[in-house]
Structures are given as structure tokens and as C-alpha cells.
């Protein structure tokens, strides 16, 4: 059974910082493209930056510069590190997995960052 589990979200200041995680079990990480995407109330799921290989990483203009995607170093893990966060960071978090061959998608179930103004 594969399963993405995303965790590390939480209430935190505008300027503070988060490192989200994306824990996979009955897959291997290094095997997909894998993305965050979040889904603030009311609003669209939009893409916020995805690592293609294990380095090579795009993201959404409104986080460049402040978050980070990375992966882990074995664990078959990826990180999403928040820096500077913004009250327009709140949102729901998801890890999504693309395998690079076969093109197979699976979902976390998401976790939650709030930001207050």
C-alpha cells in the first residue's frame, strides 16, 4: 500500500519559519517528481514548487526565494522548508508523488499552516 504522509505544519508568525516533511511507505521517493501544493480556504489547489531529480527544483514566483524543497538523504523522504511566511502562506499543505516513467500519482492527505495577520 503507498502512502505519503505529510507532516510539520502548525500556527506560526508572519516572518517565522516551518519545515514541512513528506514521509512515503510502499514507494520509493527518489523514483518520482514529487510537489507541494496548498489549498487555502475558499481558493483553488495551486502548485507551490516541485523537485524533478534530486536537485533540480521550480517554484511558484509568490514563494521563490523563501521556500526550499529538498530531499532526504535515505529516508524516502522530501522536506518543504518555509522561510519568511506571510499570512498568504495559510493554507493546506500536500505532497504529491509522480512517478517519472509511468506517470502514477498519489496524494498525501495534507497538513495544515496557519499564519495570522
Known amino acids: 500500500q503507498v502512502l505519503l504522509v505529510e507532516s510539520g505544519g502548525g500556527l506560526v508568525q508572519p516572518g517565522g519559519s516551518l519545515r514541512l516533511s513528506c514521509a512515503a511507505s510502499g514507494l520509493i521517493l527518489g523514483m518520482y517528481y514529487i510537489s507541494w501544493y496548498r489549498q487555502a480556504p475558499g481558493k483553488q489547489r495551486e502548485l507551490v514548487g516541485s523537485i524533478l531529480g534530486s536537485n533540480t527544483t521550480i517554484y511558484t514566483d509568490s514563494v521563490k526565494g523563501r521556500f526550499a524543497i529538498s530531499r532526504g538523504n535515505g529516508n524516502n523522504s522530501v522536506y518543504l522548508q518555509m522561510n519568511s511566511l506571510k499570512p498568504e502562506d495559510t493554507a493546506d499543505y500536500y505532497c504529491?508523488?509522480?512517478?517519472?516513467?509511468?506517470?502514477?500519482?498519489?496524494w498525501g492527505q495534507g497538513t495544515q499552516v496557519t499564519v495570522p495577520s
Open positions: 504529491r508523488a509522480e512517478h517519472v516513467i509511468f506517470g502514477s500519482v498519489y
